[in-house]
């Protein structure tokens, strides 16, 4: 329950008026998980429109990453050492 300006919990619903006064300044009642669900919801859409794209691209740079040619493996220029 809400509380009031005295700190005490109000024991009545608000009337019909009351609720309308609050709907014309745009007093309205929204859960809190209200943007995180549209949140997700939009990554879902989003998965379902590109997913299949985002994973041939990531497939494509896994196998670009581990393929190896003769010259790659025998240039020790390519190696770099992190010494601390």
Known sequence: MAENEDGQEKTEEPTARKLEQARERGELPRSPDFGGAFVVVGLCVLMLLAGGSLI???????????????????????????VA
Do not use: E, H, P, Y
Not at 59 to 82: C, E, H, P, W, Y
């Open 56 to 82: 041939g691209a990531l497939k494509a740079m896994v196998a670009r990453s581990l393929t190896f040619d003769q010259g790659t493996i025998g240039d020790t220029q390519l190696v770099r050492f992190n």
